[in-house]
């Protein structure tokens, strides 16, 4: 079985600062990958590297198989057909200046699929399967809502029919029910047409709803990887228990009587990450060796599982903070 | 604007009705007096260059020595000069001349300094190459500039439009870079590479597109300078040549007659104010009405 | 039982707009008690944050503020321009969503706390410095003496929005309003934010009006939560019974579209059909009604009033839920998939 993405080692520096600093994960065809982390994690730059909006520093990116971190820029676009992403920001990832039905055509007219009737039809069939009327087709962007413009991308983005589609914090600046709606729409156009999905977010709600296996990244490097459920109900990673116990979760019963993680000082700067393992300075249970050696990424436990701590144990037993 | 009046602002925004962009911009740009008085000089002034052959009374070299140095009556509306020319026709044809040097030049700063910018603001390794040719042109003062290409090409309406094209070359640029730069970090452009575009393609139909209302802006400010700008180099005598009609022309020539006829000077002058000052408030509406920020009121 | 520290009543924001005159609030009342952190919850567009601004007239000039603003008995929006400004940052402070811009860029943290102390409680010289980096340390920022001398670029996101909130409260002020004090910042930063909010409701006794969309932080930290809708408060009720027997149909479409594993078993998040309508008038009508899948002529042809529903908390719907039918399931399970 040829993943559909299959990162190894992948760095990025801009300059002095290491956004992303080694990172290797896979996903599986029609598998969602959610990639979670804060400010600073590094994910939303992992995600613009996977789909080459980026140049790697270092690294391989492959793509059902085809290695794209380093062909020239020629002999990458017409591989683009395979994957595509969507952005974050419903205000400034559609051009104003084309219509809807034009932004939606744009990739099969640059890759040459179809002719003219064939491309309309398209357009008409993508919009149907986000959830639009087919008349919105000739319409501005600046005439659509958040919610209307994120389906606009998915069709975009899907128009080609990729097999991998990174989603950048699709839904972080929509409001509570469109997010619920866009949520919605990416859970059933990934069932329906079966592509794999990079899923980056800070949301860990929509994570759970919507992935299979999650990846924490802290400062440029992925600290855990696990099933979703697995993560979910037993973090083992001190970083992502502390980022699951500290998402409020709206229930006032549940959330006032949590045993919350609290975690000291803030994230430090990508430009010079803390030695050994980048979160000792933070972390409640670190010991010296935590500052001396970086944790390797590793499988624990009977899944196999990934976590890069020195606390945490082969069997995959490891520390609880809460 | 202060932060409570963005947050203001931003909600409001979030309820504007869906009307088509072009059509708010014309409704805003029509709610401004001052915009809709400049919109109508210029029209005027423009439809009277046009039309200069149909509506001149006059053919703007005809003399009639009997009628010599008149002020305005009524057979001639703004009097006629010391060889009898009717000064009306004259300021038609010179107008003619004005705005055919204002859209020129205009034209060819645009025409040389968008693709510059664009590679500017695009191509890192360009940008630089980009500036030093702007300093260069820059630190030449037009004047200077005006004099050697009259020099070298002699005085005429080609050599003016050059010059003041020339002259307007390092603003088109920067607002092209400027526009460049800003376009090429949002994320349509980003999903036009993902979707396979050239850097071509994105240029031509993702990035200049959208650069189009402020360089609409820069024309608006181009263009007046470009007449006051004619109107000096055929008064110096280094742009369009008597007999040919120009404002700066008729300027120059009614220049030691002050005393006999004071509206050969005044008229030209007058017309050149209300043209210019036209232009520019018509670019500061418009500047307005393109700005997305809700209107204070 | 004590009197409210705030009273709004019927408070109506109108706008003149390019585009005709907007509603953007709609007759809201409620009250503040004190030492009480009310939230206002709503989406974009439902007027919650020009509420906020409009209690201390806040707002640009093409807005036209109606109704009553009482804080302990005085009115607020009859005062003149120079009594509001002692007001605000005196009795009520603000603290808004973006702490990169909130901050001067060129002047010390200790000097912009300073002049908040320097207007509203004549402090000079020595005495600043030394209240502004105890009011750094009160909200928890640590090596405060250090702090007190730099400058905004140098403390990241949750620190400066650490220093607008020792900055609101340098006065002790009756009542602090957050405007989505938490919405850009990381997770793990929030928490400490709300904790210091919680904490400094009982060490200065103010109390907090907390606007914001996120439903886990109301459940976190709210007392009673306000809904608003299209410039109508259509709920008030405290956060539990809120969150367990709320009321209208638009609460219950909020709480069910935010993913919860606990509650979305058989996959699929409930969406809200249709769009929040921008209203440009008070409409004799339920303005949720063309979304409400339980709605019926008269909830087309009369507006509700604001009455206590069947759980007790005053609700604005005329079929508002029965508390049975609105607990959502609770069994804790697999998600989805």
């Known amino acids: ?248 979760i709206p229930d006032p019963l549940l959330q006032r009587r949590r045993r919350r993680v609290v975690l000291t000082g803030e994230i430090p700067s990508p430009v010079n990450p803390p030695s050994g393992c980048r979160f000792h300075p933070r972390c409640p249970v670190a010991v010296p060796e935590c500052a001396r050696t970086v944790p390797p990424l590793r499988p624990v436990g009977p899944a196999r599982e990934l976590v890069a701590c020195h606390l945490v144990h082969d069997d995959g037993s490891g520390p609880r903070l809460a | 604007m202060s932060t409570v009046e963005l947050v203001a602002a931003d909600e409001l925004a979030a309820t504007r009705p869906a009307i088509g962009a072009r059509r708010r911009v014309m409704r805003r740009l029509l709610r401004n007096p001052l915009a809709v008085g400049g919109l109508a000089v210029v029209v005027v002034a423009v439809g009277a260059a046009l039309l200069a052959d149909v509506v001149s009374p006059y053919a703007y070299d005809q003399t009639d020595f009997g009628a010599a140095l008149q002020p305005p009556s009524g057979s001639h509306w703004f009097g006629t000069d010391e060889l009898g020319r009717d000064q009306l026709s004259r300021v038609l044809f010179g107008l ?138 055929s008064f110096l005598g280094l742009g369009i040549r008597p007999p040919d009609p120009s404002l700066g022309v008729m300027l120059a020539s009614a220049q030691p007659l002050f005393r006999d006829g004071p509206w050969m000077a005044v008229i030209p002058g007058l017309v050149i104010v209300a043209v210019t000052l036209g232009l520019n408030l018509l670019g500061d509406g418009l500047r307005d009405a393109l700005d997305p920020r809700e209107a204070p009121r | 039982m004590k009197p409210p520290l705030l009273t709004v009543d019927g408070l109506t924001v109108l706008f003149r707009t390019e585009d005709g005159p907007v509603l953007a609030v709609d007759a809201a009342s409620f009250d503040v008690a004190e030492r009480e952190v009310l939230a206002i919850v709503g989406e974009s567009g439902c007027g919650k944050s020009v509420t906020a601004l409009a209690l201390t007239r806040l707002l640009p000039g093409s807005a036209s503020i109606g109704g009553s603003v009482s804080l302990t008995g005085r009115s607020l929006l009859s005062l003149g321009e120079s009594q509001l400004r002692d007001v605000r940052g005196r009795d009520i402070a603000y603290v808004f969503q973006e702490p990169m811009t909130s901050l001067n860029p060129v002047l010390t943290v200790g000097r912009q706390i300073g002049e908040v102390l320097r207007r509203h409680q004549g402090l000079r010289g020595a005495a600043v410095t030394r209240r502004a980096t105890e009011l750094l340390d009160m909200v928890g920022i640590p090596l405060p003496g250090r702090r007190v001398g730099e400058y905004p670029h140098q403390l990241s996101g949750g620190m400066r929005q650490r220093v607008m909130i020792a900055m609101a409260i340098a006065c002790r002020p009756k009542l602090l309003i957050a405007d989505e004090p938490t919405t850009a910042l990381d997770v793990t930063v929030q928490a400490g934010i709300l904790d210091v909010l919680r904490d400094l409701r009982g060490e200065i006794g103010m109390a907090v009006l907390l606007i914001t969309h996120d439903l886990g932080v109301v459940a976190d930290i709210a007392d009673r939560v306000v809904v608003m809708y299209a410039g109508r408060v259509i709920e008030q009720a405290p956060t539990e019974q809120l969150f367990a027997h709320h009321g209208h149909h638009y609460t219950h479409g909020l709480l069910d579209a935010v993913p919860n594993p606990a509650r979305h078993a058989e996959g699929g998040l409930r969406e809200i059909p249709g769009r929040v309508p921008t209203m440009r008038s008070s409409p004799d009508a339920c303005t949720f009604a063309d979304r409400c899948g339980s709605a019926d002529d008269t909830c087309r042809t009369a507006r509700p009033d604001l009455a206590p529903g069947p759980a007790g908390h005053l609700v604005r719907c005329w079929h508002p839920l029965q508390p049975a039918n609105a607990v959502l399931p609770a069994d804790i399970g697999e998600g989805p998939r």
């Open chain 1, 1 to 248: 079985m040829t993943l559909a993405l299959e990162v190894v080692d992948l760095v990025k520096h801009f300059g002095p600062v290491r956004a992303v600093d080694g990172v290797s994960l896979t996903v599986a065809p029609g598998e969602v990958l959610g990639l979670v982390g804060e400010s600073g994690s590094g994910k939303s730059t992992l995600g613009r590297c996977v789909v080459r909006l980026l140049p790697v520093s270092a690294g391989t990116v492959r793509v059902n198989g085809r290695d794209i971190a380093g062909l020239s820029r020629r002999r990458l676009r017409p591989l683009r057909r395979d994957f595509n992403i969507v952005f974050q920001d419903p205000a400034s990832s559609l051009n104003p200046r084309m219509t809807v039905g034009d932004i939606i055509r744009e990739p099969l007219r640059l890759h040459r699929i179809g002719t003219a009737t064939t491309r309309r039809r398209r357009v008409d069939e993508l919009l149907d399967q986000v959830g639009l009327q087919t008349d919105v087709g000739r319409r501005y962007p600046h005439e659509l809502s958040g919610g209307q413009r994120q389906r606009v991308s998915l069709a975009r983005a899907l128009s080609a029919g990729p097999t991998l589609l990174v989603a950048d914090e699709p839904t972080s600046a929509l409001d509570v029910s469109v997010q619920a709606a866009v949520l919605n729409l990416i859970g059933r156009l990934q069932a329906d047409l079966g592509f794999a999905c990079l899923f980056v977010t800070h949301d860990l709600a929509a994570v759970e709803f919507l992935a299979q296996r999650v990846a924490v990244m802290y400062l440029g490097v992925l600290v855990e990887i696990a099933a979703r459920s697995n993560l979910f109900s037993a973090p083992r990673h001190p970083y992502t228990q502390a980022l699951l116990s500290a998402a409020p």
């Open chain 2, 96 to 233: 003619r001349a004005s705005v055919l040097v204002a859209v020129m030049s205009v034209a060819l700063s645009m025409a040389v300094g968008v693709p510059l910018g664009l590679a500017a603001g695009f191509y890192g390794l360009v940008d630089p190459v980009v500036s030093r040719l702007t300093d260069t042109l820059l630190s030449f003062p037009f004047l200077v500039l005006a004099v050697g290409l009259a020099a070298i090409l002699g005085p005429s309406l080609t050599t003016a439009t050059v010059a003041i094209g020339i002259a307007q070359v390092p603003a088109v640029i920067r607002v092209t870079r400027g526009e460049t730069l800003r376009l090429r970090g949002l994320d349509f452009v980003a999903a036009a590479v993902a979707d396979g575009a050239t850097d071509g393609v994105v240029l031509r139909r993702h990035i200049f597109p959208n650069a189009v209302n402020a360089l609409i802006v820069q024309a608006t400010v181009a263009a007046p300078a470009a007449i006051i700008g004619e109107s000096v180099l």
